[in-house]
């Protein structure tokens, strides 16, 4: 995919470095990893959806498990350069995967997440150039502990931004308590990949979902759906326009936001509530202009209709290349070889994008805007 | 916005009638309408998000009253004429608001739709090819009351589909009991106009909502997504292979399901469990196929970046004008006079389809797919 002036960069892509892991190992409640006899792998179990058949299951050898199984893409190196190598990627902005460290105890968040961030600058500083990292915040450690790890994270080579979850400090990322948060993440220039773990409440996806749907509804549905709620969130409680200079990175083309944008303007400009309370006054930024000054999306949508809409909602300029490997392996090909999941996404690129914009969307803008050179 | 061929039709307009409006007004639970000291007119309080200040309510005139006011849009046939004739539409394919009758005791259900449905085809007749109308089925009737139900709609003037939640007999619209139903329209040529009723629960929506941010998020969000939920698990469920004939209208063009199509198919061809029951096997068929054969959308997105995917989704045969009256009233301008609401669909159509769609979009497609000719 790449060309010899333009890089391609894979902004969406995860890794569970082994401390990590070691540390799931260890739980009793999600996110945990369990070995099940018969099985070649542990199993990495990571959703409440996928909790439900835990008790039932290890009779069975590879059918109903819980959870998927943790292969070495999830935690080698070189996994992940063999990967990149075949997906013609130049640079991969990797990130630990979800749920990062929300679960922690407040004493162990600071440690651990600086245990893991430490990790993925050595992993970056031993591939230089070909990886840089968004590091992971201590959510649930006290308020000074975390802005004293944002400050740190200046300190740590090849750090572009932060990996963050939708719970916030616990109630969303609309809590004023987390505003200071996003301000020095903005004055230290430092992106937020905003990205979704917790979806929506198995009981939207009805009495038949667990055995009969497999992993589908919450992950092609409640993830996304997770993600536009939060921004939506964030943007009716002026997150935005209190903190200027913030700049999100939404995971999944932003969930569905591109699509609802309309919808959600009309309805902001429509209710009455709202209107009583003076908040749709004149000056009012809308959405749209958020969404192209604020707000970068990934082109991980597997389709040239989202795609599109993607680059029509934010612009050319603020869709970035992702994978969002080391999830959704081909089942029926050599796992060795290349990811249908990656083919969908690159080739929705070229099907629904400009020739000006491909390039840009392939890495020339997550070059640009995360300063992908030097250490 | 109609030229001397061509009519502009609205496939998504609401009404109450009067004998539905006064069994609200004698209701104690959702959906009710209920009269505040102060207020000029009563309330209409329909969905959950709306009663947490139900108690609370009532001492301030304007602000804080749930729910919204019951104008005399909501039941008056000479105001649905002005809205009309104001809107240059020609011709409207009417039914009644959500909650329709999925409330009723099992007892109530046959006798309460018949009466709502005989009153909307005397509607229609009272203004002959100007109003045709979608139907209310009994859901929590006996199934033998309610096929029988559908049989009696084709003996109703101007009937032309008939509406319907997301529920079905009250665990969703991909249980298996409910299939005789679908099959039934099926074979008596009705469509079905999928619209949303109960969103998502409220703990989506954080603790902040219902105070700061008005109606916002369940209308915004809520409802798209619960028919993106609905329509998905059906596909799961094989109704669009066990039914062929099928057709269905989905609201709000679809919810978010041209956007997460992709995605959606992404997750089925990369699941572990769908895989390993067979379910993924050559001859499956993909959910652009479903999108493109059984697959009508409405026009309500409110954007030409959602009017142009729900086009490049289903295509531009398949997608239908709608207004969504008497839902979103002007708040700063007169509500006699141009909606807004009316206005931003319109303009993303004339915006975002190509000239030769903008009058199938407009009508065309209506009024040949409805067959809005005679009674």
Redesign the interface.
């Known amino acids: 995919m790449a060309t010899s002036t333009s890089p391609v960069v894979d902004i969406h892509t995860h890794m569970y470095p082994p401390s990590y892991l070691s540390m799931l190992e260890k739980r009793t409640t999600i996110p945990l990893v369990r070995s099940f006899p018969g099985a070649n792998e542990p199993r990495l179990i990571l959703l409440e959806a996928e909790i439900e058949n835990l008790e039932k299951a290890g009779k069975d050898a ?3 498990l819980p959870g ?1 199984p943790l292969t070495s893409h999830y935690a080698s190196l070189e996994q992940k350069l063999h990967f990149m190598n075949t997906h013609k990627i130049d640079i991969s902005v990797i990130s630990l995967a979800n749920p990062w460290c929300d679960f922690l105890e407040p004493e162990n968040a600071a440690p651990q997440t600086r245990a893991t961030n430490v990790e993925f600058s050595q992993m970056c500083a031993a591939h230089p150039g070909r990886l840089y990292f968004f590091a992971t915040l201590p959510l649930t450690a006290p308020i000074d502990q975390l802005l004293e790890a944002i400050t740190e994270l200046k300190t740590l080579d090849y750090c572009r931004g932060v990996i963050l979850g939708t719970s916030g400090l616990g ?2 990322l ?2 004023p308590k987390i505003l200071p948060i996003f301000s020095q993440l903005a004055q230290n220039k430092l992106p937020v990949f905003l990205h979704p773990h917790y979806g ?2 198995n ?7 667990s055995a ?6 919450p ?3 409640g993830f ?2 997770e993600t ?2 939060a921004v ?2 964030m943007f ?2 002026g997150v935005f326009d209190a903190v200027p200079d913030l700049q999100m990175i939404l995971a ?2 932003g969930g ?1 936001l ?20 003076n908040k749709t006054g004149p000056g009012r930024r809308s959405l749209w202009t958020v969404l192209r000054e604020q707000i970068y999306l990934d082109a991980v ?6 795609l ?2 993607a680059v ?2 934010s612009g050319p300029g603020r869709v970035m290349f992702g994978t969002d490997h080391p999830f ?5 090909t050599d796992p060795q070889g290349e990811w ?2 990656v083919s ?1 996404n690159a080739e ?1 690129i070229a099907l629904a994008a400009s020739p000006g914009a491909q390039s840009a969307i392939m890495g020339d803008t997550a070059a640009r805007v995360l300063n992908l050179t030097g250490k």
Request: glycine letters at 10%; charged letters at 20%; a negative charge.
């Open positions: 590879a059918v109903g998927r109630s969303g609309d809590d929506l409440p009981e939207m996806w009805g009495p038949r979902a009969e749907y497999g992993h589908v509804l992950l092609a549905m996304p759906m536009t709620i939506t969130r009716l409680a999944h083309s569905t591109p699509f609802l944008a309309g919808r959600i303007e009309s309805c902001i400009m429509h209710d009455g509530h709202l209107a009583a309370t949508v597997y389709s040239p209709v989202g599109k809409a029509d909602a959704f392996p081909p089942l029926k249908e999941s969908l929705a």
